[in-house]
């Protein structure tokens, strides 16, 4: 006789994992070597840009600020170094965004997550944040030594504590402090700063700054990057395999033996692999992870392990790089007795850095060929158009003229439209009135209303385009914009 099994039998609780896991805290161990040094190379790089980089000062003239990097929001303009973006010129942004994801792109397809592991802001501060740490309360060991402890706290360990978390802090803040300084002039945001005279948004950006930096570096750590960024996901979408990633040379390593047995079994003559088991690699990763389980979505691919293992495979004079940047290929290629290939140039790191050119050079050439004098006209929609007492027909437009350059233009205003028609700007009356002509300061823009009126013989019968044209008449500069005179 069949038995009716009720679904909920076959399954108990033991079938699944509890739904969080507990974060094991890591203790990463100092090491030194190749990696680390650049490690600290960008690290010292990246720091000093970001900290430093509001107190540079160039001169763009009288009455212009002196910040070489200033995004002045109250006047809606984006100042780096020689380049002076204005809200009109929003592409450029929309240009660096593209570069900067292809150079994302480009870097995943060439070295895997070199951005995760030398470059992102949360790597360098929290590698920063593991400096101090060691720096006050020791290595590894040692902090997993005072960490177990159940002794009473003494004073001496209180005073560590203390002291690591003032540091901690003390980074934060200057990391939110430096934050608020590419928005106002530096040196004058630090007085007012310090005598509690900033406006009030600065204060908030600061404390919001050394908060999420504090927590992010201090305790989150390696959790942002395994639960918290999208990146990991989608880098390994992208990736394929040709990318050189943080590889344990299995075919080297394999199998695992310590240094004394693997020492007798060469003597005998016997394949020994060169990994002895210790664990350098592990203890000096910053997520925790072994390199030896293969690729792993926790890898930042740091390449600490690489140094750690180096220096192991030194003391015990074997080949170094048993972990390395490599790919799959070449393993499979070593084992078949044949040598590694490395293929950097392939159609997808050509396509993206074909790319980066392409929006670069176009960034460029729009830079150096930037106008600085504009126009922008807007026709009015409610009356489009108005038939006057005479038969004349009048089509009224908003001006807006941009003067981008350093001094005070005058600026004369042409239209071509219907025949014989005439134009007047409101509130200007010109000495030459077929040819109005106003003064827009420097740096600035000047809206005006500008009247286009077609006389009865020439009216149009329908929509024609009216060209404007505005001239600088010191320099000769032209700018010109079209839109359309209509009939009622
Ligand atoms: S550091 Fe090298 S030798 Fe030591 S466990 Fe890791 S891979 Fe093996
Ligand atoms: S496994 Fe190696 S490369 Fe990956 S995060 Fe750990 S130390 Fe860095």
């Known amino acids: 006789m069949n038995k009716t099994v009720n679904p909920n039998e076959l399954t108990s609780d033991d079938d699944y994992g509890p739904l969080y896991a507990a974060r094991k805290k890591v203790y990463p161990q100092s090491v030194s070597g190749t990696f680390r040094r650049i490690k600290w190379g960008l690290m010292a790089f990246c720091l000093g840009v970001y900290y430093f980089l509001p107190f540079v000062r160039w001169n763009r003239g009288l009455g212009a600020p002196s910040q070489a990097v200033l995004i002045d929001l109250p006047n809606s303009r984006f100042y780096f170094f020689f380049i002076e973006l204005w809200p009109q010129e929003v592409y450029y942004f929309t240009g660096l965004l593209i570069i900067a994801a292809v150079a994302l792109f480009l870097m995943n397809s060439i070295g895997g997550r070199i951005w995760c592991g030398y470059l992102c802001p949360q790597t360098v501060w929290t590698d920063l944040f593991y400096a101090v740490e060691r720096l006050i309360e020791g290595d590894r060991r040692e902090r997993m030594k005072k960490d177990k402890s ?159 293992c180096d220096n192991v495979m030194t003391k015990i004079g074997r080949p170094t790089r048993l972990i390395g940047y490599d790919n799959d290929i070449n393993i499979h290629r070593r084992q078949e007795g044949k040598p590694p290939i490395y293929r950097i140039v392939r159609p997808r790191t050509v396509v993206y850095s074909a790319i980066i050119a392409a929006v670069g050079g176009i960034m460029l050439y729009t830079l150096a060929t930037r106008s600085l004098l504009d126009v922008n006209v807007l026709h009015d929609r409610n009356p489009i158009a108005v038939k006057l007492s005479d038969g004349s027909i009048r089509n009224a437009y908003t001006v807006r003229l941009l003067n981008k350059s350093g001094y005070d233009r005058v600026i004369a205003i042409d239209a071509q439209g219907p025949v014989n028609s005439t134009i007047h700007v409101i509130g200007v009356d010109s000495v030459t009135p077929e040819r109005p002509m106003i003064v827009v300061p420097r740096d600035s823009t000047s809206e005006l209303r500008l009247l286009v009126t077609a006389p009865a013989e020439s009216n149009p019968e329908k929509s024609i385009p009216v060209r404007f044209h505005v001239t600088d008449i010191g320099l000769g500069e032209v700018a010109s914009t079209t839109d359309n005179f209509v009939s009622p």
């Open 150 to 308: 159940s002794d009473p706290m003494k004073l001496e360990r209180i005073s560590e504590i203390v002291l690591k978390h003032s540091i901690w802090l003390l980074i934060a803040w200057w990391t939110g402090g430096a934050w608020v300084l590419y928005f106002n002039d530096a040196p004058t945001l630090v007085k007012e700063l310090v005598t509690f005279q900033a406006p009030m948004i600065a204060y908030i950006w600061i404390g919001m700054l050394t908060a999420t930096t504090y927590v992010l570096a201090g305790y989150m750590r390696e959790q942002v990057c395994t639960y918290m960024c999208p990146w990991p996901r989608i880098q390994a979408a992208l990736t394929d395999e040709w990318a050189l990633n943080v590889t344990y040379r299995y075919d080297r390593g394999e199998k695992r033996t310590s240094v004394k047995k693997a020492a007798e079994l060469r003597a005998l003559g016997e394949q020994v692999g060169d990994c002895v088991d210790c664990y350098q690699c592990v203890a000096v990763c910053p997520t925790g992870i072994d390199i030896r389980n293969g690729p792993q979505l926790e890898c930042i691919q740091c390449g600490l392990c690489i140094d750690a």
